[in-house]
């Protein structure tokens, strides 16, 4: 059961990628062949643009990794859940941000917010060890810090 559990976000943690290189692909062709007009970053247009993309990444990724320790799931499903949820609010990042760099004419702190959100990503990877880990009821002799 496990296995097909890690299995299954395996495919999602994968998915994110393959989504990520298809915006960079497409949005590569776009602008290559001139068939989108690049947004001035220093527009208000571009400005608001980067603001929300910045302010989505500073909330979503903590948040994102944090959750499931947050929530300390109890079942296997609701752990499937939770760490595909996680998978998804750090690596759906990485798409938009793609776009957003082509959008702004390689605007570079939109390449920073995908490699962050990559390194954050990278952090999401489901295993089994780390399924275990999280899974693992809190010793009330522990100290916490």
């Known amino acids: 059961m496990e296995e097909k559990i890690i299995r299954h976000l395996n495919w999602m943690y994968y998915g994110v990628m393959?989504?990520?290189?298809?915006a960079l692909t497409g949005m590569y062709y776009l602008t290559s062949k001139g068939l989108i007009e690049p947004i001035?970053?220093?527009s208000q247009q571009g400005?608001?643009?980067?603001y929300l993309m910045i302010f989505t990444a500073l909330g979503a990724i903590p948040f994102g990794l944090y959750l499931?320790?947050?929530k300390k799931p109890d079942t296997l499903d609701k752990y499937e859940q939770l760490a595909?949820?996680?998978?998804?609010?750090?690596?759906?990042?990485m798409p938009p941000a793609i776009i957003l760099y082509y959008l702004l004419g390689c605007h570079r702190p939109m390449l920073?917010?995908?490699a962050i959100a990559a390194?954050?990503?990278?952090?999401?990877?489901?295993t089994l060890g780390k399924m275990e880990?999280?899974?693992?009821?809190?010793?009330?002799?522990?100290?916490?810090y």
């Open 84 to 93: 595909g949820t996680r998978i998804c609010m750090i690596g759906g990042l």
């Open 119 to 126: 390194v954050a990503w990278y952090f999401t990877k489901p």
């Open 18 to 22: 393959a989504l990520t290189l298809i």
């Open 68 to 70: 499931v320790k947050w």
């Open 112 to 114: 920073w917010i995908t």
């Open 133 to 144: 880990q999280e899974m693992k009821p809190k010793d009330p002799n522990a100290e916490d």
């Open 40 to 42: 001035d970053p220093l």
């Open 47 to 50: 400005t608001i643009l980067q």
